[in-house]
T-cell receptor
C-alpha cells in the first residue's frame, strides 16, 4: 500500500543533543511537509519542500532544519533540542495542492 | 487571514448515540477547500473528507456525514450510531484554493476530542 512512513515512532534525546527524524513516502508526491504538534494543539507547519525547493515558515526557529535528498525521503534535523521542542512531529505529503496525507508521527521527548 | 473555529473542546457520548462536531471557518477567498481529519490516540492524522467551496452537496459515507453551508461558513461533521473506535481528536481544516508555490497551505482548527463511552 502506498503510504507515508516515519522513523522512529518514539525518539528520546538529551537537551542540546542533535536529533534527526526521518520520513519516507511511496506515494510519489512532489510536496513534503513537516509539522510540529504539541499536546492538545493543532499541527503547526514548520516548512515544506516543493520538489527540491525548500520553503520555511516565517516563525520556524533556526534550530530546525530539513533535507530532502530525493523524492521519497525527507529529514527533520533539530540542531540543539530544548525542552520546548518536545512534541509530536508529523510528516505529510501531497501532489501539488491536492490533499495532504500524513504519516504516523514521531513523538520526541527531550530530557 | 484564514481561521477555523472548533468551539467544542471535548465531547463525551454513550455508544450508539449520534454526535455532531461543529466547524466554522473564515476566509476571504472565493475558492477554498475544507477538510476533516481524525487523530486517534496513536497520533496519525487520518484524512476523512475534502470539500471544495463550489460543492455544497452534503456527503454521507457509512456512519459519517458532512453538512457544508456557505451561508453560515460552517462544515459540520456528524457520526451516527457512534462506536468506541470513533474516540479520537477530530480536526477541521481549511486551505486556499489558489496559491502561488503549488503547495497546500492548511489552517487547522484546534480540534474536538470525542470520547465514546461503552
Amino acid at each position: 500500500d502506498a503510504m507515508v512512513i516515519q522513523n522512529p515512532r518514539y525518539q528520546v534525546t538529551q537537551f542540546g543533543k542533535p536529533v534527526t527524524l526521518s520520513c519516507s513516502q511511496t506515494l510519489n508526491h512532489n510536496v513534503m511537509y513537516w509539522y510540529q504538534q504539541k499536546s492538545s494543539q493543532a499541527p503547526k507547519l514548520l516548512f515544506h519542500y516543493y520538489d527540491k525547493d525548500f520553503n520555511n515558515e516565517a516563525d520556524t526557529p533556526d534550530n530546525f532544519q530539513s533535507r530532502r535528498p530525493n523524492t521519497s525521503f525527507c529529514f527533520l534535523d533539530i540542531r540543539s533540542p530544548g525542552l520546548g521542542d518536545a512534541a509530536m512531529y508529523l510528516c505529510a505529503t501531497s501532489k501539488g495542492r491536492d490533499t495532504q496525507y500524513f504519516g504516523p508521527g514521531t513523538r520526541l521527548t527531550v530530557l | 487571514a484564514q481561521k477555523v473555529t472548533q468551539a467544542q473542546t471535548e465531547i463525551s457520548v454513550v455508544e450508539k448515540e449520534d454526535v455532531t462536531l461543529d466547524c466554522v471557518y473564515e476566509t476571504r477567498d472565493t475558492t477554498y477547500y475544507l477538510f476533516w481529519y481524525k487523530q486517534p490516540p496513536s497520533g496519525e492524522l487520518v484524512f476523512l473528507i475534502r470539500r471544495n467551496s463550489f460543492d455544497e452537496q452534503n456527503e454521507i459515507s457509512g456512519r459519517y456525514s458532512w453538512n457544508f453551508q456557505k451561508s453560515t461558513s460552517s462544515f459540520n461533521f456528524t457520526i451516527t450510531a457512534s462506536q468506541v473506535v470513533d474516540s479520537a481528536v477530530y480536526f477541521c481544516a481549511l486551505s486556499e484554493g489558489y496559491r502561488s508555490g503549488g503547495y497546500q497551505k492548511v489552517t487547522f482548527g484546534t480540534g474536538t476530542k470525542l470520547q465514546v463511552i461503552p
